[in-house]
T-cell receptor, first 114, second 114 residues
Framework: AQSVTQLDSQVPVFEEAPVELRCNYS??????LFWYVQYPNQGLQLLLK??????LVKSINGFEAEFNKSQTSFHLRKPSVHISDTAEYFC????????????FGKGTLLTVNP | NAGVTQTPKFRILKIGQSMTLQCTQD?????MYWYRQDPGMGLKLIYY???????DKGEVPNGYNVSRSTTEDFPLRLELAAPSQTSVYFC?????????????FGQGTRLTVV
């Protein structure tokens, strides 16, 4: 069975500092990986995804994540965060082995302080 | 383009009452999902469907039922509401395969059982 572990439930940082949100997954077959962001009282929005090809994927607002098959990780990074990045971030995995069930981690609350 | 539409947005139920949470998507996606979100617990999969007429249980199906008579609609039924079902419910739909692999979420239904 596939699963996702987000290693930090809360990450407080100061504005303009770098940040890394960690995600590890388990699956016995090839996977698709996603990061979603949820702002207060809203639904989830896709931030970026890894399907195949280049292991480094980027979003339009400066986030990036690297797929590392040997370490089964998909950590999310941003070199300089803004107040507006404050939100909850969810890592998710799906695969053919799970009949394409989409499994989420428990989320990481990123709080950017001035 | 409406995407995924959930109704109602808010509801208060008494213990033992029943209700149906509605979910409709207009993207012709085969895959649809129902999740519940509780604080600090991430999103837990209740039921999912890989196409019209096909549904399967997720992690936490007890107390819920679903049907998928059309590609567009995937209602979630609560038969005998219990306080443990107080949560925020999200419906999602996705396409799998190719560069467009991605799940889209509704805005959520906040349910309180008293």
């Amino acid at each position: 069975a596939q699963s996702v572990t987000q290693l930090d439930s809360q990450v407080p940082v100061f504005e303009e500092a770098p940040v890394e949100l960690r995600c590890n997954y388990s699956s016995s077959v090839s996977v698709y990986l996603f990061w979603y962001v949820q702002y207060p009282n809203q639904g989830l929005q896709l931030l970026l995804k890894y399907l195949s090809g280049s292991t480094l994927v980027k979003s339009i607002n400066g986030f990036e994540a690297e797929f590392n098959k040997s370490q089964t990780s998909f950590h999310l990074r941003k070199p300089s965060v803004h107040i507006s990045d404050t939100a909850e971030y969810f890592c998710a995995v799906t695969s053919g082995g799970s009949n394409y069930k989409l499994t989420f981690g428990k989320g990481t609350l990123l709080t950017v302080n001035p | 383009n409406a995407g995924v539409t959930q109704t109602p947005k808010f509801r208060i139920l008494k213990i033992g009452q029943s209700m149906t949470l509605q979910c409709t998507q207009d993207m012709n996606h085969n895959y649809m999902y129902w999740y519940r979100q509780d604080p600090g617990m991430g999103l837990k999969l209740i039921y999912y469907s890989v196409g019209a007429g096909i549904t399967d249980k997720g992690e936490v199906p007890n107390g819920y039922n679903v049907s998928r008579s059309t590609t567009e609609d995937f209602p979630l039924r609560l038969e005998l509401a219990a306080p443990s079902q107080t949560s925020v419910y999200f419906c999602a739909s996705s396409t799998i395969g190719g560069a467009n692999t991605e799940a889209f979420f509704g805005q959520g239904t906040r349910l309180t059982v008293v």
